[in-house]
């Protein structure tokens, strides 16, 4: 009988299942990993490293300079003469007072060091540049046929920087007819640096200017043969006839503006409401029955106490103010009124009639005189029940939003005591001081 032998083992299988090995070859390879990555950031900072202070040309282009004189970029563009340590400025405040006053000094164009441009200063390397600059080298021709020296020195300049080639010999340049050449340059170089005399007779310098330019003579007009056309005599010029003199009108003060001027002027002393109320308790007493006489005293017993808290603080200047008030909204109310069709009344909170419509005085036979010369209220206008139901809504309403209006029915009643049932709305208007101040009442007329 064979002996157990044990079955073969794989190796590749058994490679792939052995987890990574932990040894000193991947320490090595970590190793050179970092040697590489610090020996390129030392090359990189070695390249990237600045010197402690640029040289002129350097720190005059901004560039990155190195330590070494001459530095390499001044060694590659051919300045390795002229490469000295650039000058670093001192902060104004690390300055000393000498040092503060000479540079005012150089700051001031009036100062004596301002009037000598030639000076330069010791060990400044722009003088090794400006003495290679072509503009300083150029040698100027001032010999030209004009009077004036800067005309000469212009002309000699642009003639040197053009080059040799700008002045062509005479006889490459093309001839000019004389007629041309008098209407294109109607003076000589002589007369540039001098003033020329215009309109001065029997001077042939102003005939052939004005000839030149009245009949705008070309080079080919001179050898046609056409005449010329004379130039247009002036006219006479005559003065235009001045303005009569205006006189300021005066600002005509409309009658609106009148009557505004006229309420701030009369208006001296508060109003008096509790006369309105007084007047209320003895129509009250007069007219209505007694359970109405209840309703309505609870009403304003309800209203009472805010008017009160709202009427002690205020000064007696305080008071003639609201009252302005009143009467200068009463006169656009006035106005307002005369473009509407609705009758309408407006009256105080003790319901004294201020504004009478037009229509309201067709409506229940009331004049507007009568009214307001009579100081009628609104609630003797109205019928018993009508104006116990106006005071429990007004001491509602007294204090809630402005905006809105109160909509009902009420009896009015016409001048011979007549009722007419109409269809009701009024709304209160406050004053700075939140007092009811302003009732608008409309009315409709119902039919049945």
Request: hydrophobic share 30%; net charge neutral; charged share 25%.
């Amino acid at each position: 009988m064979l002996p157990h032998q044990p079955y073969p083992i794989d190796t590749s299988v058994a490679d792939l299942e052995t987890p990574p090995s932990t040894g000193s070859g991947s320490t090595r390879s970590r190793k050179r990993q970092r040697d590489g990555d610090s020996g390129s950031r030392s090359r990189e900072a070695a390249k990237k490293k600045k010197a402690n202070r640029a040289c002129f040309h350097c720190q005059k282009a901004h560039l990155t300079c190195d330590d070494s004189r001459p530095c390499q970029r001044c060694v590659k563009r051919g300045m390795a003469d002229s490469c000295v340590e650039g000058i670093r400025k001192k902060a104004k405040y690390l300055l000393d007072e000498e040092e503060l006053a000479e540079l005012k000094k150089q700051k001031d164009p009036k100062g004596p060091e301002a009037s000598g441009s030639g000076s330069h200063v010791p060990g400044d390397p722009c003088k090794h540049t400006a003495a290679n600059d072509p503009l300083n080298n150029l040698v100027l021709n001032t010999e030209h046929p004009f009077d004036s020296r800067a005309t000469n020195m212009e002309y000699s300049i642009l003639t040197a920087i053009l080059g040799p080639g700008a002045q062509e010999p005479a006889e490459q340049q093309p001839a000019w007819p004389p007629a041309a050449a008098a209407a294109y340059m109607p003076f000589t170089p002589q007369d540039v640096g001098s003033t020329p005399s215009f309109g001065t007779p029997g001077d042939p310098g102003s005939a052939a200017f004005s000839g030149a330019s009245m009949a705008f003579a070309t080079p080919f007009s001179a050898g046609s043969g056409e005449s010329q056309p004379t130039p247009p005599q002036p006219r006479p010029q005559t003065p235009p006839p001045r303005p009569p003199p205006q006189t300021e009108k005066q600002p005509e003060s409309s009658p609106s503006k009148t009557r505004q001027s006229a309420v701030y002027r009369s208006v001296t002393k508060p109003y008096d409401y509790r006369e309105g109320f007084h007047f209320l308790m003895r129509h009250l007493k007069e007219r209505y029955v007694k359970n109405d006489i209840l309703r309505i005293i609870r009403a304003i017993a309800m209203l009472r106490p805010s008017l009160i808290a709202l009427q002690v603080p205020l000064s007696e200047e305080d008071e003639v103010f609201v009252e302005k008030c009143f009467q200068r909204s009463v006169l656009e109310l006035e106005k307002l009124i005369s473009f509407n069709g609705t009758p309408t009344v407006v009256w105080r909170r003790t319901g004294e009639i201020c504004v009478v419509g037009v229509e309201f005085s067709v409506l229940t036979g009331w004049s507007r005189e009568e009214l307001l010369g009579q100081r009628k209220y609104i609630y003797e206008l109205f019928e018993n029940q009508s104006a116990v139901e106006y005071w429990e809504q007004f001491a509602t309403h007294a204090f809630e939003n402005t905006l809105q209006s109160v909509h009902t029915h009420c009896v009015l009643l016409t001048k011979t005591g007549v009722p007419v049932l109409c269809a009701f709305c009024f709304s209160i208007r406050r004053d700075i001081f939140d007092l009811p101040n302003i009732v608008v009442g409309q009315w409709l007329p119902l039919l049945s």
